[in-house]
């Protein structure tokens, strides 16, 4: 089946010490998204590619960084994770035609702890 | 700018209850409108979509419709089964070329056998 795939589910690192996240996707679709939802809460756009252009959110910490190498994967990097930076990070995926925007698509997410 | 309001939660029901979780939004021009679902240690799920006014999107036993004169889009299950229980988020995405989603602070849903 067609989807955005997520890896790993669980990620454990250090405080301060740089981690990167990975997503990618089999649907073809030119849009990719991360987010950043904690506990309790609606998941916080961070940022996304419309194809190999990226669009940074203004409250966006200099600290997460993307990139997106082709189509098919897009990874994360924190630089340098703080204990507010633990949360689930999901992927998500769309196509956009001709401005109006289809659906999202999300993997499972990571669920980042820092110790 | 834009904004989802969703009803507040927890909502806790008995199975085969009939269930509405409200959803107003704020936006200009014609949003498109979405309800998705999360289940427990997962990702989040299209559950359904509208695309313009008087739209009814269904799937699942589930249903919404956009109002415009009401700036609403509404969940509705007639029946509940206890593996509905999740989060459901309320999200719309701008006319024109924005392509965020703008989130509802989700409504967590139990459901009792």
């Known amino acids: 089946d067609a989807m955005v795939i997520q890896n790993p589910r669980y990620q454990v690192t250090q405080f301060g010490k740089p981690v990167t996240l990975s997503c990618s996707q089999t649907?073809?679709?030119?849009?990719m998204y991360w987010y950043q939802q904690k506990s309790s809460q609606a998941p916080k756009l961070l940022f996304h590619?419309?194809?190999?252009?990226?669009?940074n959110e203004a409250d966006t910490p200099d600290n997460f960084q993307s990139r997106r190498p082709n189509t098919s994967f897009c990874f994360l990097d924190i630089r340098s994770p703080g204990l507010g930076d633990a949360a689930m990070y999901l992927c998500?995926?769309?196509?956009?035609?001709?401005?109006?925007?289809?659906?999202?698509?999300f993997g499972d997410g990571t669920r980042l702890s820092i110790l | 700018g834009n904004s989802v309001t969703q009803m507040e939660g927890p909502v806790t029901l008995s199975e085969e209850a009939f269930l509405t979780i409200n959803c107003t939004y704020t936006?200009?021009?014609?949003?498109?409108l979405f309800w998705y679902v999360q289940y427990p240690g997962e990702g989040l799920q299209l559950l359904l979509k509208?695309?313009?006014?008087?739209d009814k999107g269904s799937n699942k036993g589930f249903e919404a419709t956009y109002r415009k004169e009401t700036t609403s889009f509404h969940l509705e299950k007639g029946s509940v089964q206890v593996s509905d229980s999740a989060v459901y988020f309320c999200?719309?995405?701008?006319?024109?070329?924005?392509?965020?989603?703008?989130f509802g602070s989700g409504t967590q849903l139990t459901v009792l056998p």
């Open positions: 998500a995926t769309s196509r956009a035609l001709g401005g109006r925007n289809q659906p999202q698509h």
């Open positions: 649907l073809n679709h030119n849009v």
């Open positions: 590619y419309y194809d190999k252009d990226f669009n």
């Open positions: 936006a200009t021009g014609y949003p498109s």
């Open positions: 509208a695309t313009k006014a008087d």
């Open positions: 999200a719309l995405s701008p006319s024109g070329s924005a392509r965020q989603l703008t």
